[in-house]
């Protein structure tokens, strides 16, 4: 069974970078059957999509957080990982990770359990 | 604030049927699928509700989805207090292009 687990720093400092992973255990992020995506929560809201990798490793941003958001894969170590520049407190949130088709966008089907990031000094 | 408006609660008595709306525009839920998540209290969210009234494998048929013009709606019908959670509603933005979500609606099983 497919399981995703994002690991990272819990606390930012504003001005520097976000730095998460998301491991993929039984099965591989190789696979051409399943783009994969960073998806944030910010305390008391609604999600926000912040983009996603295919296997190739193209890849497919917000246009709001394009500019500071790097996502890649490192398929040696079946993970990919997810850079945001610059952050502010406005980042603080929690970060998923999830897998989708390539045909449709908005079906994630498997998700990591998510991590709390805060942006602080 | 988030794109597609849902509204902030919504609440029943067991076996009650409860609808939750979720109200976009022509860029977003007027052109493309909706879809459902729910998500229990500290937990990562669950497809529900895929391509405005389809159920993945496991969902049961107690959920339903519908759409029409630039709203969509999720209902639970046979409210079950196993269904306490927030519920929230995503589609394709074709403008600025991408996935958008909507705030959210608590449901509460009273």
């Known amino acids: 069974q497919l399981q995703l687990q994002e690991s990272g720093p819990g606390l930012v400092k504003p001005s520097e970078t976000l730095s998460l992973t998301c491991s993929v255990s039984?099965?591989?992020?190789?696979?051409?059957?399943?783009?994969w995506g960073w998806i944030r929560q910010p305390p008391r809201k609604g999600l926000e999509w912040i983009g996603s990798i295919d296997y190739s490793g193209s890849t497919y941003y917000n246009p709001s957080l394009k500019s500071r958001v790097t996502i890649s894969v490192d398929t040696a170590k079946n993970q990919f990982s997810l850079n945001l520049r610059s952050v502010t407190a406005a980042d603080t949130a929690i970060y998923y990770c999830a897998r989708r088709p390539p045909e449709d966008p908005l079906y994630m089907d498997v998700w990591g359990k998510g991590t709390t990031v805060t942006v602080s000094s | 604030q988030s794109v597609l408006t849902q509204p902030p609660s919504a609440s029943g008595t067991p076996g009650q049927r409860v609808t939750i709306s979720c109200s976009g525009s022509s860029s977003n839920i007027g052109s493309n699928y909706v879809y459902w998540y729910q998500q229990l209290p500290g937990t990562a969210p669950k497809l529900l509700i895929y391509r405005n009234n389809k159920r993945p494998s496991g969902v049961p048929d107690r959920f339903s989805g519908s759409k029409s013009g630039t709203s969509a709606s999720l209902a639970i019908s046979g409210l079950q207090s196993e269904d306490e959670a927030d519920y929230l509603c995503?589609?394709?933005?074709?403008?600025?292009?991408?996935?958008?979500f909507g705030g959210g609606t608590k449901v509460t099983v009273l």
């Open positions: 039984g099965g591989s992020i190789s696979s051409i059957r399943y783009y």
């Open positions: 995503a589609v394709w933005d074709d403008s600025p292009r991408g996935p958008v």
